[in-house]
């Protein structure tokens, strides 16, 4: 690509016009600086103008979409609130009869007064005279008239019965309560309840929470002279009444609560509300409503809403609407389709012609960029050759440099690690070989062979006895010659050198738990011996070796692949000083500087340490606990698929 003088030249030439370096596969040359040519480009601000553009757009659109959600919801409030007070109105009318009825008021008056005959009659004209009312209106479920001391009719559709045991001078106090309450709505008292318990319903007519709940207006009758109380008059109207007025004009998305004005709970979409109050069903709400009506934005069960609310001033019932944020936020998305479409159209256009220009620009990062993005590890030697002293340049160099420097530090790093391998395969061969030098064995084990055979020609079995097993002992520890034994190896060893000590200490027991199926795994050379011989010398010392040492092998319960093996002996344990010193070892048995204290039994402790961490590196090494009946256990946990390369 050329251009004019003031233009970015970036051309591939041939490999042999630049100095030749191996496994070099692309060369650059640049003549200007990149920096200088990438600022002339202004996609940038473009695309910031148009994100701009946009977001305002959106904030200006999803304020409007805001206030006419809020006009909405104030129109749905208000028609919602006018007609529910007109079935109240429409109830309260129902009302009314019991004071223009004439034969109404006789009934009231005199009705236990009455032959059973005449009541039955009484009852009758009143079923007629209400059903006709409530049939027109079916907002109203039920009626319910009551003298003075008891109820005198009913007409409700959910068809029950009374009960016969109840005491209704309860419920007729309850009435005289709700007479005392402040707000009159069509002369009545709005109570919200459940279904009367003065009645029996069948439990498939009550199932329905929205059934079950209901509306009361409540009203005392009076005689018209004297002006004095007779009855009371109940309505009722459910909640799947109150439920379609509110679902009448409401869009699926919009959630109500109706409250009356102390705050019950009058209608929610969710049923398990229904008689609850607003203080305790949402204290969220109940904190914000300070007015007669209003709007604010609140979280309300789980959900970002904006609530809007507002308070009749007829019966004093409070409605309630949520609408999520989500889906406002939805609905003002949907009218900037078309200017975002717009925006991406010009912004496309925009973005490809800068494309295409910075592209020519970039094309050597482009390249060093492809090949980094394809580099493996076989790809060590990669260099590229620098042909330019601009920005580029300078990361191609820098590149080179890394890839050196990357080079050193893995070759460096490896010849750490296989010299720190085979320092500590080193020390631990040197540590097995210091201790099986401790005993010269194979001196030891031609010389008392020479004596078994002596004493036994001499007739002096006992002692013949002892020597063999001694033999035994240092035949076993010159045996392997390799690193890694079997158990069953390791086992014999014990086993010889505690006959040994049972010869020289005749109170002392000897006991073995051992898993046969573990015979033949494979562990480190000469491990236990050091351990049990502490169990011996230091552990029981103190009780005048009369004690027991026990030694277990079994499969661990909870990881079937680890071995646990416990040495266990009764003696007179550790003593505070010891035991410190003994736990600073334990954890301080890999650092070269490790303190171990003068007794033998502290060397052994480190050396086995070092190498149950060496072999086995996941498991915590020794650990030893004290005994309920005295002495200490020392337990150690080996695995049986180690991987032993270059170990033996």
Known sequence: MTGNPGSLVCRRERQEDFPIMKGVPFIFRIRKSLSTKITVMNAGIILLIFISLILTTVSINYQLTLENEKQKMNVYISNTLSSIDNKLKDMGRVSLMTYSDERTQEILKNYDSFAYAEQLDNVEYLRKLYTSLITIREDINSVYIFDLDSLVFWQDNLDPSMRRNMDMSVFLKRMEEWESKERSVSGCRLVVGVQPDFMRYSTRNLEDEYTR??????????????????????L??????????????????????????EGDIVCDEEAEYLGKNIRDASPEI???????????????????????????????????????????WKDAMRFIGVTVAVFLVILGITVAMTFQGTRKMLRPLTILTDSMAHFNQDDMGMRFVVASEDETGRLVASFNKMMDIINQLIESEYEGKVRLKEAELKQQRMSLLYLKNQINPHFLYNTLDTIRIKAELNGDKEVSAMIMQMVDFFRLSVKADSQMVSVSHEIRLIQAYLKLMCCRYPFLNCEYEIDESLLDVEMPNFILQPLVENS???????????????????????????????????GAGFSPGTRSLLENVLQNAGDDTCETGTEEMHIGIVNVQRRLK????????????????????????????????GLK
């Open 213 to 234: 709940h209901c509306i009361y207006l409540v009203r005392e009758i009076k005689s018209f002279s004297p002006n004095e109380p007779i009855g009371h008059i109940l």
């Open 536 to 570: 011996v010398m230091h552990g029981l010392r103190g009780v005048g070796y009369r004690g027991t040492v026990r030694l277990s092998v079994s499969r661990d319960e909870t990881d079937g692949e680890n071995i646990v093996i416990r040495i266990y002996d009764n």
């Open 236 to 261: 009722i109207t459910t909640m799947e009444n109150i439920r379609e007025v509110l679902n009448e004009y409401l869009d699926k998305e919009v959630e109500y609560t109706l409250l009356t004005e």
């Open 286 to 328: 109940y904190l914000r409503m300070n007015e007669e009506k209003g709007v604010f934005r609140e979280r309300i069960r789980g959900t970002d809403c904006l609530v809007t609310y507002q308070k009749s001033q007829y019966s004093g019932m409070i409605l309630v609407t949520r609408r999520a944020i989500a889906l406002i």
């Open 614 to 645: 060496m072999f086995y590196p996941d498991t915590a090494g020794l650990s030893y606990q004290d005994n309920p009946e005295g002495g200490v256990t020392v337990t150690l946990i080996i695995k049986s698929n180690v991987e032993r390369e």
